[in-house]
């Protein structure tokens, strides 16, 4: 197992926190918001970038034990972890709360992008700084 990449680890986590706030914020105001209300703002920002710390660990991680042999072999593999990971559980997860609690079809397609995207994101930064 190779070194963890505590700097991508770091910028991974950061650029998902600002993708959260522009995608939540300017791109799509009319979509649900990620955080309720204005007051509390700061600190639910400072819980998804905790999410999102905990999920670019676990990727580093993850990364680590891949090697940096293979992975310069295969750099499609930083996109595959990532993006599995947003497709075979956080997506399906969101979907389903969404689901159960009735909200609209374009609100969940656009919640569940997001976290493609975000996770997407994590995997780019990985594969600059890998």
């Known amino acids: 197992m190779g070194p963890v990449n505590w700097l991508a680890v770091f910028l991974a986590a950061a650029l998902a926190l600002v993708i959260a706030m522009v995608w939540h914020g300017r791109l799509f105001p009319a979509a649900r918001q990620l955080f309720p209300g204005n007051s509390e703002r700061t600190g639910y920002y400072v819980l998804v970038g905790l999410v999102f ?69 994590i995997g780019l930064v990985f594969w600059a700084l890998g």
Not at 65 to 90: C, H, N, S
Not at 98 to 106: D, S, V, W
């Open 53 to 121: 710390l905990i999920s670019a660990v676990m990727l580093g991680h993850n990364f680590a034990r891949i090697g940096a042999e293979t992975l310069d072999a295969k750099p499609w593999l930083y996109f595959m972890q990532t993006g599995g990971i947003a497709i075979a559980f956080v997506i399906p997860a969101v979907w389903l709360t969404y689901l159960r609690n009735r909200t609209e079809p374009m609100r969940r397609v656009i919640d569940c992008a997001f976290w493609l995207i975000a996770y997407l994101a």
